[in-house]
């Protein structure tokens, strides 16, 4: 097979599975949703608005996505374990479960977070029953389901990055597949990217919709900047554990770019050697086109994004 043709069949790898699995996972995450925000609730006085049924169906929503989305994130991480390990970088390792720790402990590290379970509305004071261990229960699913395998994933696509771009110091040492490797690393740096984005912008639609189901029965809701805060704070993480993998794997295909068409060019041949050069950088997609800048700059702002949009279609009374 030539290397063109081994290049689209990673390409081609599906990321969204068939759609009885997708029934199934949308159905399983569907009902633990409504599990997680309706059990135990028979005293919340918000139960029964149209903002409080907002708020279930879409958390219900957010987790039927997770639990859908984690199979190709979990799909990417098996395949990305199962190529041997050419470099090992425990700081890497230690830096995705720094991120992991930060994504877990958001929501109570925030102020979105530690707002009471009991919030005034006028003389009467009304209680969200069990909202803090709700919150920590729809956090936890979202980590085992998405966040935490995406942190690994892209820890892991960093180390192999880096560890071409050691390699590319000896050309004799590099692999025969290593263009066709790091084409796999990208596109799975790209489909982590994409569907962490997704789901964490799914939580942040729904933390906004929280704050309008109390805004609509009280009288002290939550400040809506709040919710931006928790947006902005999950898009920098986001940044934080892709922008470096990123990075790794550029400076890694433009030293397999030296080391297969290496400087300086032959006397006799410098078209043919800037031809060669120029079509593995195409190959290998070192220069991003305005449309990957866009999905790029999409992804990461999802979470961001998220909140604004939970801002702007769920207005307050207030």
């Known amino acids: 097979m030539s290397l063109k043709a081994r290049v689209a069949s990673i390409m081609a790898q599906p990321i969204v599975p068939g759609p009885a699995t997708i029934m199934v996972l949308g159905i399983a995450g569907g009902a633990a949703g409504l599990a997680v925000t309706l059990v135990a609730d028979g ?66 590290l ?61 050309p004799a040492a590099l692999p025969g597949d290593a263009v066709d490797d790091y084409l796999l690393l990208r596109a799975f740096n790209r489909r982590l990217l994409s569907v962490g984005g997704a789901a964490i912008g799914a939580a942040t639609l729904s933390a906004g919709a929280l704050r309008t189901a109390i805004a609509a029965q009280t009288t002290s809701p939550p400040r809506a ?40 060019p032959p006397l006799d041949d410098p078209k043919g050697w800037s031809d060669k050069r120029t079509a593995l950088s195409e190959l290998m997609k070192l220069e991003s086109t305005s449309k990957e800048a866009v999905q790029l700059g999409l992804g990461l702002l999802a979470p961001l994004l998220g909140s604004i949009i939970a801002l702007v279609g769920f207005p307050t009374k207030s």
């Open 43 to 108: 005293r919340n006085p918000f139960k029964g608005t149209p903002e409080f049924s907002l708020w279930v169906a879409l958390v219900a929503l957010q987790i039927a996505l997770w639990a859908v989305l984690s199979l190709p994130i979990y799909r990417s991480l098996g395949q990305l374990f199962q190529r041997p390990r050419r470099f090992y970088a425990t700081g890497h390792l230690v830096a995705a479960a720094i991120l992991f720790a930060l994504l877990v402990i958001a929501p109570f």
């Open 225 to 264: 900047e709040l919710v931006l805060i928790l947006g902005a704070y999950y898009s920098v993480l986001l940044a934080t554990a892709y922008i470096p993998a990123h990075a790794a794997l550029l400076g890694a295909g433009k030293g397999l770019v030296e080391a297969m068409v290496p400087a300086p």
């Open 110 to 170: 925030l102020p979105f977070g530690q707002f009471p379970n009991c919030f005034k509305h006028g003389a009467e004071t009304l209680c969200f029953s069990h909202q803090h261990g709700r919150v920590l229960i729809i956090v936890a699913l979202g980590d085992l389901l998405v966040a935490g395998p995406m942190m690994l994933g892209m820890s892991r696509i960093q180390s192999d990055a880096q560890a071409f771009r050691i390699l590319t110091g000896t």
